[in-house]
């Protein structure tokens, strides 16, 4: 079992859908949850940084990590053509830890 | 914010040819940066661990000769891909953990990228 799992997808919705982003860990060690957003052929691009369990919003942005299950999720609200690109979470156990990623969801927001 | 500038974008070389990707912290000291390689749909695979000022901590698997990485300085690192060969035609990615001076983590910032094709 890998220590992250995240489905790649591809998530296809129409232009204003709420889309709903969700990674799976084991090690109960991670405190730091991270959500990166990365277009085709681009650099990831940090969209949100949470720690520890409880919900974050950013603007059309929430971030939302449950330990106890060891479930984070990433809701995005009246998404954007702009929005498709794939979804990466990463998680770390602390600041001096390297995270450990996820393999990315491709979203596809339609007109 | 935090920038990570990465050059080149794209490259295309000769197979046997060396290349030298730079990873740049624009706006903050990085004592740590971070080389990944990511195949088309897969996740960011971490290839090594850059220290300025010693010598970079490679992940299991990695050939450290083939890959050098010199991190001279506070804000500069590089990646040299040498005697490359078509499979190492991948897209590699640089991070830096980046804090500003006052303390505020802006967290693991990515540099744009570099797709390299070797022919």
């Known amino acids: 079992q890998k220590e992250v799992e995240q489905d790649p997808g591809p998530l296809s919705v129409p232009e204003g859908a709420i889309v709903s982003l969700n990674c799976t860990y084991s090690?109960?060690?991670?405190?730091?949850f991270m959500w990166y957003r990365q277009y085709s052929r681009k650099g990831p691009e940090l969209l949100m940084y949470t720690y520890s369990s409880g919900n974050k919003e950013d603007g059309r942005f929430t971030a939302q990590v449950d330990k106890s299950s060891k479930y984070i999720s990433l809701f995005i609200r009246d998404s954007q053509p702009s929005d498709s690109a794939t979804y990466l979470c990463?998680?770390?156990?602390?600041?001096?830890?390297?995270?450990?990623f996820g393999r990315g969801t491709s979203l596809i927001v339609h007109p | 914010g935090a920038v990570v500038s990465q050059h080149p974008s794209r490259v295309i070389c000769k197979s046997g040819t060396s290349v030298k990707i730079e990873c740049r912290s624009l706006?903050?000291?990085?004592?740590?940066m971070f080389w990944y390689r990511q195949f088309p749909k897969q996740s960011l695979m971490l290839m090594a661990t850059?220290?300025?000022?010693?010598?970079?901590?490679?992940e299991q698997g990695v050939e450290k000769d083939k890959f050098l990485i010199n991190h001279a300085s506070l804000t500069l690192s590089t990646l040299t891909v040498t005697s490359a060969h078509p499979e190492d035609s991948s897209f590699y990615i640089c991070?830096?953990?980046?804090?500003?001076?006052?303390?505020?983590?802006?967290?693991?910032?990515f540099g744009s990228g570099t797709r390299l094709t070797v022919v």
């Open positions: 090690n109960s060690a991670f405190q730091y």
């Open positions: 991070s830096a953990r980046a804090q500003s001076s006052g303390g505020f983590d802006y967290g693991y910032t």
């Open positions: 850059s220290n300025e000022g010693s010598k970079a901590t490679y």
């Open positions: 990463a998680m770390t156990a602390g600041g001096s830890y390297i995270p450990t």
């Open positions: 706006d903050f000291q990085a004592t740590t």
